[in-house]
């Protein structure tokens, strides 16, 4: 018997028209590209989002065309997101720091229409403009003032674009399953690959984010999202915002420690999140100033994972609250998060860090399994650790339009297979131990160099610290610690070596450290493992 039950979609315009009528008071303060702090309200985003809406359907675009960015932080990228979804077209965030050959395939793998970019990135198209035919338009971020001279063939202008239309908009109603925006794995190993959310999927992510058991969003919560629209949809917070009609901080392009500051201070902001290396460069500045976090109740640090050190220097030192984060790309993306159970919110504070430096607890909507090299499941002890496969009504069913890897990163009955390596224990705290491609195999064991990473870090004068491991004519691998050390430190590997002794295992040990100016990362702000293990693959461990 069918429930007699209203079947009314879940839409990303909904949300939009819901803050807009009962929030339409509440802020949205934006860094802008061009320069000064940017200020309106719901309501007159609304108002512009019908007015795109309008233009977006006057250049033809209609259901199901895909219709990219390539833009920072702002209120023209948040407007966007809704009008562009909200028409039942496709959001297609391009990631500016892929390299352009990869941006190129991209936007020919989604066949974009149109672009809109920010002034920063236009460049970045004129430059690529030529090898993309089936481009039909692209639209700079800006105002008539600000128009660049342009090489762009068919260039307009966002503010002469949406100008040119009324505020008045009926959003078309239509099945939730339909896409609503697309993103492309940073694509560390062959061509990146596309996640293609559905207005379902991105409104019941975005209810758990903002659970009190996820980022915990209220309407009086001030959101700063640290990490880029252009990565994984900021991380659902663009959405959480309007949801809960809280306030919304956009830093546009400035994520070094003293922009950070800035906005985190004068505009009050309760919660924030985004990947490590945001905050190393924030709590720098914070130590180096002596200026103080008064406003800032959570942040959530995820992407990577968060060292004891951060955790440690954010809680004790600054009174903020550490949401440890794990997700991915095909995750919309966050799969779980480090709340703390009742039973260990209890514990003395050293036992309970144990459970904050894991990625965070199985919640519900984000089904967990780790399983061994057959495919056989493996017990929740906590001990045991293999492949962490997942499902759930936000997590990819296959790859937009790629075959070979839908096939390849599924199992039989239909699991997500993540490609990191875990544990799970019997009240469902994950921890990754590492990536699949990372993890070191010695002497038939297995060695997690994030373990040992963020081990290092704790170490005064380390600033960064990757791990990799290195041919061995007996164990097979082991591991090399590569380290970047903190302006004007002097310290030895030695001494860091015997800072870990007490902290992992033995033989975990690295058999060798060396010093770097700097690490490569990734698109998405990781350490970028497979050009270290290209320039380290000489080095001879003093062991071997
Ligand atoms: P990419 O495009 O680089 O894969 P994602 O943001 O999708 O970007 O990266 C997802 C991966 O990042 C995960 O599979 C995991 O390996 C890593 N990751 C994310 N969050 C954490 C975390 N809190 N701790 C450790 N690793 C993490």
Partial sequence: MRGLMMDDPLLISGMIEYAAQNHGYQEIVSRSVEGPIHRYTYADAYGRIKQLANALERLGVRIGDRVATVAWNGYRHFELYYGVSGIGAVCHTINPRL?????????????????????????????????????EGVIVMTDAAHMPETS?????????????EEQDFAWPQFDENTASSLCYTSGTTGNPKGALYSHRSTVLHTMFVCATDGFGVSNGTVILPAVPMFHVNAWGLAYAATMYGAKLVLPGMGYDGQSMYELLDEEKVTMTAGVPTIWLMLLDYLKKESKDLPHLKSAGIGGAAAPLSMIE?????????????WGMTEMSPVGTTAHLNARIAGLPKQERRAYQQKQGREVWGVKLKILDDEGNELPRDGKAFGELAVRGPWVIDSY???????????????????GDVATLDAEGHMQIVDRSKDVIKSGGEWISTIDLENAAVGYPGVAEAAVIGLPHPKWDERPLLIVVKTQDADITGEEILEFLSDKIARWWMPDDVVFADELPHTATGKIAKIPLRETYKDHKLPTA
Avoid at 107 to 118: G, K, Q, S, T
Avoid at 400 to 418: H, I, M, V
């Fill in 152 to 164: 762009l063939a068919n260039a307009y202008c966002y503010e002469d674009l949406i100008g040119a």
């Fill in 400 to 418: 937009f339009e790629n075959e070979d890897a839908s096939q390849t990163q599924f199992t039989d009955d239909g699991w997500f297979l993540t």
């Fill in 313 to 325: 220097a954010f809680e004790d030192d600054y009174g903020v609250r550490v949401h440890h984060a």
């Fill in 99 to 135: 390299f352009p050959e990869q941006i190129v395939y991209i936007i020919d793998h989604a066949a974009d229409r149109f672009i809109f970019v920010d002034l920063t990135f236009v460049p970045l198209i004129e430059a690529v403009q030529d090898k993309l035919p089936a481009l």
